[in-house]
């Protein structure tokens, strides 16, 4: 069964650190991108960026550019979200899913996590 | 980039009734144009790729339409289980994004 598990809820104050990740199951991890997805409290999805886990190359969305760093770990399939400085703001959850493409080279997103709750709080 | 912009906000609909949600890109995007559905307190879920095409598992109640600018997805006699949020996502340009949502709520 394809998969992508992420790690579990974190707790933090205000100017720490955290990463996130994401493991991919079930497939060859380094032929697909990792997205990840920002769903803020009661909000919408907000597309963050995507990397490519074969060579690490990635985009992002320029609202998050500077804000947020993504890698990966192809050897152990696993990708990450990282913060260096967290924000009150930060306070979401955040998915990472799988984006693939058929009959088009556009990209869809046909696997999703169950999403990691990130509370920043003092 | 590319604004997508989904109307209603919000739709209260009976069982059995039809469902019409609309998505407008701010530039021609072709197909690629993607559905999801989100339950509360679940992951999206795709429902619809490239504008029109079904994805495996997912009710023949829900359909797609549209390329360029404008987007529809139809959910054809709603049930109950059909309660949930749905956004549109385009994948034609970087940054990829969502609409803002459309949440069906059952009368």
């Known amino acids: 069964e394809v998969q992508l598990v992420q790690s579990g809820a974190e707790v933090k104050k205000p100017g720490e650190s955290l990463r996130i990740s994401c493991k991919g199951s079930g497939y060859s991890f380094t032929s697909y991108w990792i997205s990840w997805v920002r769903q803020m409290p009661g909000k919408g999805l907000e597309w963050m960026g995507r990397i490519d886990p074969s060579d690490s190359y990635t985009n992002y969305s320029p609202s998050f550019q500077g804000h947020v760093t993504i890698s990966a770990d192809k050897s152990i399939s696993t990708a990450y979200l990282q913060w260096s400085s967290l924000k009150a703001s930060d306070t979401a959850m955040y998915y990472c899913a799988r984006p693939t493409y058929s009959s088009s080279t556009y990209y869809y997103m046909d696997v999703w996590g169950k999403g990691t709750t990130v509370t920043v709080s003092s | 980039e590319i604004v997508l912009t989904q109307s209603p906000d919000f739709q209260s609909v009976t069982p059995k009734e039809k469902v019409t949600i609309t998505c407008r890109a701010s530039q021609s995007i072709g197909s690629s144009l993607h559905w999801y559905q989100q339950k509360p307190d679940q992951s999206p879920k795709l429902l619809i790729k490239?504008?029109?095409?079904?994805i495996s598992g997912v009710p023949s109640r829900f359909s797609g339409s549209g390329s360029g600018t404008d987007f529809t997805l139809t959910i054809n006699s709603l049930e109950a289980e059909d309660a949930a949020t749905y956004y549109c996502h385009q994948s034609s340009s970087l940054p990829w994004g969502f609409g803002q949502g459309t949440k069906v709520e059952i009368k």
């Open positions: 490239y504008a029109s095409q079904s």
